[in-house]
């Protein structure tokens, strides 16, 4: 009756799980977009893709990446044959134990005749799979706690997840070894399966089970008598070879009750056999319960998330990429691939900010979209990690989920701008990335930076408003070219000469008929401005917003002045205006 019960509630969590997550897939929205489609729009285009998918020639590409990334597992093949090992001993051994030892009355015994747990081939493929699961969790345990990569992190859900999994497996192995040596568990066989009336008889049985099966006998000590061990040879063959293969076969379970024979009859004696049994299977339940809330949900979601982006594309309906977002955030494994190929990852070390790492964003990103309380401090690490990041694309390229990172950064982006200090991303070279993928973007959204920020200038400097002010030229400000040279790189802009050769490539100047009227200052003339100390024209100039930061005006400077890295300078001063007008407010 508790079995039941304890089944019963451990399913109906993993089924309230499930329909959490599968809610959370048709209702978080990423980037937060004008008009966002609603859970009912998103379902019906996941059921029309769908449909779309599996009755046209797509079907053959979803087939592909079924076989070859969710079960081959190649992705991770490719990159570490260690990790590929591993990730097939867990998996393979933890599925292949779920379908024909936890689940056997629905499968094994309907798939094989004459089908019983304790008869070989079973007996045997059971520890089988039980010891590729520990050996692939050993292999797991040591990279994440021994010899660990550089910057390769591991939290208390990959512990757990790790725990889990040992607890269910030795558990397993300890109740099979505490059944092999257990004296009541053996009588009560002998009573219910062996017609046995003779005590001389089931003397010499025991006598044989404790020589191949493991068995202690508070009854039989060695060296056994040969006739006993040929009679107990002849009844086992008569009453028990039809249900039981010798137990060595079961390595796992017998070396198990070899490790505890001299304290098997005070174990039986205290019931461990059923102790083990109710650990077990409430760890198999807790474990089942805890699923759909853990990192190994991932078994779920990142054979849906390489099936999904194996056919989908930009091109796709908004309303399913928008799905595949957040499907996305619980398919991440965090297994670290992302992190080490990371061409951003350098900048942990100076920082210390996980978050700049790919694999720690997720984590923190996961809790922040989730709506999990997140502090204002959490939000800026996640910010300055989107912030840090080169757009290189390596993290989606070695994903083994196939989840699309940069597009979910930019996403992510895209919110915390519109929830957050929006001066994150004009300090970075996401300015040039934002400006390629503005199409996404409403007008007002793209705008919506760059406007804060003009509104705390203007505030600081309320001349830059009047048009018509004069501004006056002289004497020039020391502290604000201080400011300016806080890097080797945006020290350079006294050595412009004004040849106009940066005005001259550059592609923003180039798309104005009238550059001057638009752009009120160009960049030759920034660099004037910014080496005369006057912060009124440097700063506040549409010219430091438009630029796109595609490095042109410095590879072109013949005096090697680094044009857009000056005014990434200026760019963080107007920054540090907004944020001294949010502490002033």
């Not at 190929?341 to 700049?356: D, L, P, Q, R, V």
């Not at 705390?456 to 309320?462: N, T």
Request: charged content about 15%; hydrophobic content about 45%; glycine content about 6%.
């Amino acid at each position: 009756m508790a079995f039941n019960v304890f089944l019963y509630a451990s399913l109906a969590v993993f089924c309230i799980g499930l329909i959490y997550k599968a809610f959370s897939w048709f209702s978080t929205d990423i980037a937060l977009l004008s008009d966002p489609p609603p859970s009912s729009q998103r379902f019906a285009a996941a059921a029309k893709g769908i449909a779309g998918t599996v009755f046209s020639a797509s079907v053959l590409a979803l087939l592909k990446v079924f076989v070859l990334d969710v079960l081959l597992q190649v992705r991770i093949l490719r990159d570490d044959a260690l990790r590929w090992a591993m990730h097939m001993l867990i998996y393979g051994g933890f599925m292949l134990l779920l379908f024909m030892h936890a689940l056997e009355s629905l499968i094994s015994e309907n798939l094989f005749s004459g089908y019983q747990n304790t008869l070989n081939p079973f007996l045997f493929l059971r520890d089988l799979f039980g010891a590729m699961v520990i050996v692939g969790v050993l292999i797991a345990a040591c990279r994440r706690f021994i010899s660990k990569k550089p910057r390769f992190k591991t939290n208390a859900m990959d512990g757990y997840a790790l725990a889990i999994l040992a607890v269910i497996i030795l558990t397993g192995f300890l109740l099979e070894g505490a059944k092999f040596s257990s004296h009541s568990e053996f009588m009560l066989y002998a009573e219910e399966y062996a017609d046995i009336d003779e005590e001389e008889e089931i003397h010499a049985l025991e006598s044989y089970w404790s020589v191949n099966f493991g068995l202690v006998s508070p009854n039989v000590s060695p060296p056994f008598d040969k006739t006993d061990l040929s009679m107990g040879r002849e009844a086992h063959e008569n009453y028990c070879a039809t249900c039981h293969s010798p137990a060595k076969w079961a390595f796992g379970g017998y070396a198990a009750a070899k490790a505890i024979k001299p304290f098997a009859l005070s174990m039986d004696a205290a019931g461990a056999a059923d102790v083990l049994w109710y650990i077990h299977f409430l760890s198999c339940f807790l474990g089942l319960a805890y699923l759909p809330f853990s990192k190994m949900f991932h078994i779920i979601a990142s054979p849906l998330s390489l099936m999904a982006n194996g056919v989908m594309d930009a091109n796709s309906d908004p309303a399913n990429i928008a799905t595949r977002q957040a499907l996305e955030l619980d398919a991440c494994m965090h297994c670290g691939t992302c992190t080490q190929k990371c061409s951003a990852a350098m900048a942990y070390e100076i920082t210390g900010n996980e978050s700049i790492l790919p694999s720690e964003k997720m984590v923190l990103l996961k809790a922040y979209l989730r709506g999990k309380h997140t502090t204002k401090q959490a939000i800026n690490a996640i910010q300055e990690g989107i912030t840090l990041c080169t757009n290189c694309d390596r993290c989606t390229v070695v994903c083994p989920a196939g989840i699309n990172l940069k597009d979910l950064w930019f996403g992510a982006r895209e919110r915390l701008l519109q929830e957050g200090d929006p001066q994150a991303l004009v300090l970075s070279p996401f300015s040039l990335y934002r400006s390629l993928n503005r199409q996404h973007l409403s007008e007002e959204t793209y705008n919506a930076p760059v406007a804060a920020l003009k509104a705390a200038l203007a505030a600081k400097h309320p001349m830059l408003e009047d048009s018509d002010a004069v501004i006056p030229l002289t004497p020039g400000k020391s502290d604000f070219r201080q400011q300016a040279d806080r890097s080797p790189q945006s020290k350079t802009y006294a050595y412009c000469f004004s040849c106009e050769n940066c005005t001259t490539v550059c592609p923003v100047v180039g798309n104005y008929e009238n550059p001057r009227e638009a752009l009120g200052m160009l960049p030759h003339q920034i660099m004037r401005a910014v080496g005369l100390g006057i912060e009124e024209l440097a700063i506040g100039a549409e010219m430091l917003w438009n630029c796109t930061t595609c490095y042109q005006c410095q590879e072109h400077c013949p005096q090697a002045v680094k044009v857009t890295d000056v005014l990434y300078e200026l760019k963080n001063q107007a920054a540090g205006a907004i944020q001294s007008s949010a502490q002033v407010g």
